[in-house]
């Protein structure tokens, strides 16, 4: 899943940066509100973590910006503000959920899980079809009961083809949300991860539409 990760501290985010990537997400950072604002209106997130003290512009005014505009993209908010109020107005700008500096990146990392299991509608940390498993805390893909090797790209695409269960994807939807803003978008190595998935978990598992794309049913 793709996010991006809007902080000024340069230690912190780099911090935040190799926790999520540590999970599997592809991470664009944006050091300042500028950037930020352009980013999270022009880019297709999965999730947006925002810090609310942003240099030239700040994040509440940046998310009151997204809503108004129509980005739906979940935002998780940080903030060194202990303020229950301002706890209160970034919820009310429309964030989705908050963290009071300083944190646990453990916590940080479950807290992006569950914004983005919401928003796929899961109510199970565990995504499940036929004889196949992912455990979307840890990545671990089991069929008929034995785990499954993946590389990191083709637990993206499986990620995020679980989390858009029952839609068609198109190969370029895909390679804007398993690589970063600078990273190698090359559409034509989605057919080869889809294809590695399909070796190892089975040919029915991913639905493959010529000219469309590739879709996980909903089961009946």
């Known amino acids: 899943m793709r996010i991006l990760l809007a902080e000024d501290e340069i230690a912190l985010s780099d911090q935040i940066r190799r926790a999520l ?3 599997g997400h ?16 022009t880019e297709p997130y999965d999730l947006i973590v925002l810090d609310i003290g942003l240099p030239l512009r700040d994040g509440l005014s940046i998310l009151k910006d997204w809503r108004g505009a129509g980005v739906a993209t979940p935002v998780l908010i940080l903030t ?3 303020s229950w109020s301002e706890k209160v107005d970034g919820l009310d700008a429309g964030a989705d959920d908050y963290m009071t500096k300083p944190f646990h990146m453990a916590e940080l990392a479950a807290r992006v899980r569950v914004l983005l299991r919401r928003k796929a509608g899961f109510t199970s940390p565990v995504f499940e079809r036929g004889d196949v498993s992912l455990d979307l805390r840890s990545g671990r893909v089991v069929r ?9 790209q083709e637990l993206a695409v499986l990620t995020y083809l679980a989390h858009n269960a029952g839609r068609m994807i198109t190969r370029t939807e895909l390679s804007e949300h398993i690589y970063s803003y ?8 989605i ?12 040919s029915d598992l991913i639905v493959t539409s010529r000219g469309r794309g590739y879709m996980i049913d909903m089961p009946a």
């Open 21 to 23: 990537a540590a999970e």
């Open 80 to 82: 060194a503000r202990g």
């Open 26 to 41: 592809a991470v664009d950072v944006a050091a300042d509100g500028i950037e930020a604002g352009h980013l999270g209106e």
């Open 144 to 152: 008929a009961g034995m785990i499954v090797d993946l590389t990191q």
């Open 191 to 202: 057919a080869v991860f889809v294809a590695r998935l399909r070796k190892k978990l089975g």
């Open 182 to 189: 600078d990273g190698d978008r090359d559409s034509n190595t």
